[in-house]
């Protein structure tokens, strides 16, 4: 079994059921809960409120991402939960390549569900619509510790 | 740690750039992300303004975007600055910032959709809450002479 702390995660995918599949960089594969790899990526909110608490937070978080990403799945082409600026965040692609107002009003919803929600409190998540260009666009800002891809289909 | 005023001062010189830009040549990605810089200013002269908010000290994206979320004093603005915090990341870090800013936002209508629009919006918020009409004044509005 590798080592969570030395290897950075790697995505496959991201399933209802909060597990998620990893690849490390020396080519491993592994399932993990997808509560413990972001209690790992988020450590010092995890040490503040506690495991439980963040497996929790976790729980209700992927319930709100998925549900927003279900409701607006004919205006993306891809979604990841990944990292930046030490929190968590959904980045998303969006079909069009032009602004698309409709979904930037609904992520600002659901960025007003994250932060009031008591549940996901103890994590810091933030949310970005990026045009689909091809791959070098998103991978920009896909984090090297943490790409976890959601099923569209 | 600024004074209110200093980062009205700030956002001052934030759109004096904009014009400088706007005046000298294509500038697409500099222009939305000084726009940005502007309107982080003027939340952070609403926030350092009320001694309510305890915003003594420095913060990160991260922390300020909290602030927006968890006060309604905010949310008036949370779209228009979410949008100009978007599209400074998209200027600035995707490949070829100026044409990814450019195609996205429709170069002809950045002014209106960024500067009239989003930014707009943030300036009129903080001339209300600072009771400073001049942020938002007509003369502020309009785009540059270029």
Sequence with gaps: MPTTTKNPFHH?????????????????????????????????????????????????????????????????????????????????????????????????????????????????????????????????????RLQLRRKLG | MPAWTDHLALASRCRSAQEVLHQNGPHSEWIVAIAFYEALHLVEAVAASDPGFQHDRAVTHMERRELIYQHDRFKAIRLAYKELHRASLIARYMEGGYL?????????????LVVVGWLGAVRRWAAAELKLPDIASPAAMAPPKG
Aim: no cysteine; proline share 3%.
């Design chain 1, 12 to 144: 496959l995918q991201w399933d209802s059921d909060g597990k998620a599949v990893f690849h490390t960089a020396d080519g491993d594969r592994f399932v993990k809960d997808v509560a413990e790899v972001v209690e790992i990526i988020q450590a010092e909110e995890a040490k503040k409120a506690g495991s439980s608490k963040v497996q929790t937070a976790v729980a209700a978080l992927f319930r709100a991402l998925d549900e927003w990403i279900v409701a607006n799945r004919e205006r993306i082409t891809a979604a990841w939960l990944t990292e930046h600026d030490r929190a968590l965040l959904l980045l998303v692609v969006q079909k069009s390549d032009t602004y698309d107002q409709a979904l930037s009003e609904s992520l600002v919803s659901l960025d007003e569900r994250l932060a009031l929600d008591a549940e996901i409190a103890p994590l810091r998540v933030d949310t970005l619509a990026i045009p689909s260009w091809g791959d070098a666009p998103q991978s920009t800002f896909l984090s090297r």
């Design chain 2, 100 to 112: 990814a800013t450019d195609r996205f936002f429709a170069a002809p209508n950045l002014h209106q």
